[in-house]
């Protein structure tokens, strides 16, 4: 979504229309995002701003996947590190204090932009330690996206952070881990090979999709730099942008 339709708070030009094509042509779809500073019902507002039609049902976020795996198999106790409007798909669980240092059985890590300071990550710090078997959560593994004002931190580096001062492992819910492809080739009823990621993301987007078996199309918008062809990450097609969607398609399924 970000980086693809829109940047921050700006449609991509075309973005709309090429959504709109898919829609007519009947192609099934997800909006797969790592996006975790909104709930799904907010990104749902914002494309409508955008003239683009959306349900909560048509988009694939870490947190709405991890709060339906830990209802189908049993929750325990939750510390989340979430901006509060992404809170809501938690909603039935059982989330621990902000100010909780002990009793946690998931440490969920997103996106919390400017609300992170040495106090907050610390909190998380210390709630792995004091509970070996506490699971460390990584909603997404993407290490920066394009914010209003620029080049931004998202989740990783805190998670790499957490990583590294515990030694825990991340379990990941979101891109690149091929869990969240496959939840959504799941979601679509559709096997891998017939699916097509289009992302701005040259590990997250393109490498994860590609090594969970999906097609994919880099878009030279959002964080796409020329740099990222340089990587040996070869997508199955490289656009300007989702605009050019449309006229790819064809190539594309030839």
């Known amino acids: ?6 940047n921050s708070d700006q ?9 709109r094509w898919v829609q007519s042509q009947q192609i099934p779809h997800l909006f797969v995002t790592n996006t975790t500073s909104r709930a799904r019902s907010v990104l749902v507002e914002k494309l409508q701003r955008f003239e ?15 709060a ?8 325990g106790n939750l510390a989340l590190f979430l901006r509060p409007s992404t809170r809501s798909e938690f909603a039935g669980l059982h989330v621990l204090p902000e100010n909780a240092e002990e009793g946690a059985d998931y440490v969920v890590i997103g996106d919390l932009g400017d609300l992170w300071d040495f106090h907050t990550l610390n909190r998380a710090f210390r709630l792995l330690h004091y509970n070996p078997e506490a699971k460390l959560v990584a909603l997404g593994m993407t290490r920066y996206w394009l914010a209003s004002d620029g080049i931004s931190l998202d989740v990783a580096p805190f998670v790499a952070a957490l990583e ?5 492992k991340p ?5 690149p881990a091929a869990a969240f492809f496959e939840a959504a080739s799941a979601k679509l009823g559709l096997p891998a090979k017939d699916l097509v ?3 701005d993301d040259i590990h997250s987007d393109i490498a994860g999709a590609k090594d969970a078996g999906l097609r994919t199309i880099l878009v030279q918008t959002g964080k796409f730099r020329a740099a990222d062809l340089d990587l040996g990450i070869r997508p199955d097609a490289i656009i300007e942008s989702v605009a050019a969607l449309p006229s790819c398609w064809d190539r594309l399924n030839a």
């Open 11 to 19: 449609p991509i030009p075309g973005a709309a229309d090429a959504v």
């Open 68 to 75: 339906d795996w830990l209802r189908a198999n049993g929750a």
């Open 171 to 175: 379990i990941i819910f979101g891109k």
């Open 1 to 6: 979504m970000d980086g693809v339709v829109y």
């Open 164 to 168: 590294h001062a515990t030694g825990r």
């Open 197 to 199: 990621m289009i992302g």
């Open 52 to 66: 683009i039609s959306a349900s909560e049902s048509d988009i694939l976020s870490p947190a709405a996947a991890f």
